[in-house]
């Protein structure tokens, strides 16, 4: 692999406001699901670095916390801390949108934007655009609120989509040998990945009846062979946020420990026992110090 003298390799922040499919668009050019996804806003709350590694290039996906306009809480803060500080160190920038829809949230985020690195407008969802027609417009009105090194619509979700927007990206790529092994995926532990997983469950089993403020802990991570055994707490602000995780006989916290355990396997390649518990700390997204102990920045 790396005995071309024309390898190339280099770090991409994927940065946008909530929900646009920064983190469906991460999976894609990773081709593994390492980043959560789900409806509710604030899913990513972590850098998670993507590994691409083709024959010639190994790309360096950075999916940041989509920027928060909302509740100046800690948690939010420490989501923008982490946008912020990722778009210092990257040498490429994917500001992404969806297909016809550029508002004042997305504008917000394009003024963090740096002046000194490559920014690449990524028009996402194109899928759900109907009339391609509505997108003439649109693009031109996008196209001239900044001047974008390129403008690539796409859906994250098409094959061709992404093998396009990897030729696109490799020339913005610096010279040099790649950083990572050619089958790493992600630079984060199985442990955070675990905590993660779990995470996304309970957003996906709970809806839009729980607040954001919930978080995953993993209490102890043992490995045997290859078997995980992986302790986990969820961590709610009150107790009827713990009872809508419980659910009617304890079905709903089933149903989310049997997902998270079946996406773990799959991930890790291997059998994983999971033991959930749930606990109430009120308080805890608005509580710096706290924030920091439960692993945010």
């Given at each position: 692999?790396?005995?071309?003298?024309?390898?190339?390799?280099g770090t991409v922040a994927i940065v946008g406001r909530?929900?646009?499919?920064?983190?469906?668009?991460?999976?894609?050019?990773?081709?593994?699901?390492?980043?959560?996804?789900?409806?509710?806003?604030?899913?990513?709350?972590?850098?998670?670095?993507?590994?691409?590694?083709?024959?010639?290039?190994?790309?360096?996906?950075?999916?940041?916390?989509?920027?928060?306009?909302?509740?100046?809480?800690?948690?939010?803060?420490?989501?923008?801390?982490?946008?912020?500080?990722?778009?210092?160190?990257?040498?490429?920038?994917?500001?992404?949108?969806?297909?016809?829809?550029?508002?004042?949230?997305?504008?917000?985020?394009?003024?963090?934007?740096?002046?000194?690195?490559?920014?690449?407008?990524?028009?996402?969802?194109?899928?759900?655009?109907?009339?391609?027609?509505?997108?003439?417009?649109?693009?031109?009105?996008?196209?001239?609120?900044?001047?974008?090194?390129?403008?690539?619509?796409?859906?994250?979700?098409?094959?061709?989509?992404?093998?396009?927007?990897?030729?696109?990206?490799?020339?913005?790529?610096?010279?040099?040998?790649?950083?990572?092994?050619?089958?790493?995926?992600?630079?984060?532990?199985?442990?955070?990945?675990?905590?993660?997983?779990?995470?996304?469950?309970?957003?996906?089993?709970?809806?839009?009846?729980?607040?954001?403020?919930?978080?995953?802990?993993?209490?102890?991570?043992?490995?045997?062979?290859?078997?995980?055994?992986?302790?986990?707490?969820?961590?709610?602000?009150?107790?009827?946020?713990?009872?809508?995780?419980?659910?009617?006989?304890?079905?709903?916290?089933?149903?989310?420990?049997?997902?998270?355990?079946?996406?773990?396997?799959?991930?890790?390649?291997?059998?994983?026992?999971?033991?959930?518990?749930?606990?109430?700390?009120?308080?805890?997204?608005?509580?710096?110090?706290?924030?920091?102990?439960?692993?945010?920045?």
């Amino acid at each position: 692999m790396n005995d071309k003298t024309d390898f190339r390799c280099g770090t991409v922040a994927i940065v946008g406001r909530p929900n646009v499919g920064k983190s469906t668009l991460l999976n894609a050019l990773v081709g593994q699901k390492i980043s959560i996804t789900s409806r509710k806003a604030q899913t990513t709350r972590h850098r998670i670095t993507g590994i691409c590694t083709t024959d010639d290039a190994q790309y360096i996906f950075v999916d940041t916390p989509g920027f928060q306009t909302r509740h100046a809480t800690a948690l939010n803060r420490s989501l923008n801390r982490a946008v912020t500080s990722t778009l210092s160190s990257v040498d490429i920038v994917l500001f992404v949108i969806e297909a016809g829809n550029f508002g004042p949230d997305d504008e917000k985020v394009m003024k963090l934007l740096p002046d000194n690195v490559p920014v690449l407008l990524i028009i996402n969802k194109l899928d759900r655009i109907t009339d391609r027609a509505e997108m003439l417009p649109f693009l031109q009105k996008v196209g001239a609120v900044r001047d974008f090194r390129e403008i690539i619509p796409l859906s994250a979700k098409r094959a061709d989509d992404i093998k396009r927007l990897l030729g696109v990206l490799r020339p913005y790529l610096l010279e040099g040998e790649p950083i990572y092994g050619e089958d790493d995926l992600t630079d984060r532990s199985e442990r955070f990945m675990a905590a993660e997983i779990l995470r996304e469950k309970v957003f996906r089993w709970t809806g839009d009846e729980l607040p954001y403020t919930s978080t995953v802990i993993i209490d102890k991570f043992e490995t045997e062979g290859n078997l995980r055994r992986v302790f986990a707490t969820i961590l709610v602000d009150r107790d009827n946020h713990k009872a809508m995780i419980i659910g009617n006989k304890g079905a709903k916290l089933k149903q989310i420990s049997t997902d998270a355990r079946i996406d773990m396997e799959k991930l890790f390649d291997g059998r994983v026992y999971l033991e959930v518990w749930i606990k109430v700390k009120g308080g805890w997204a608005d509580n710096e110090a706290g924030l920091r102990a439960y692993g945010y920045e």
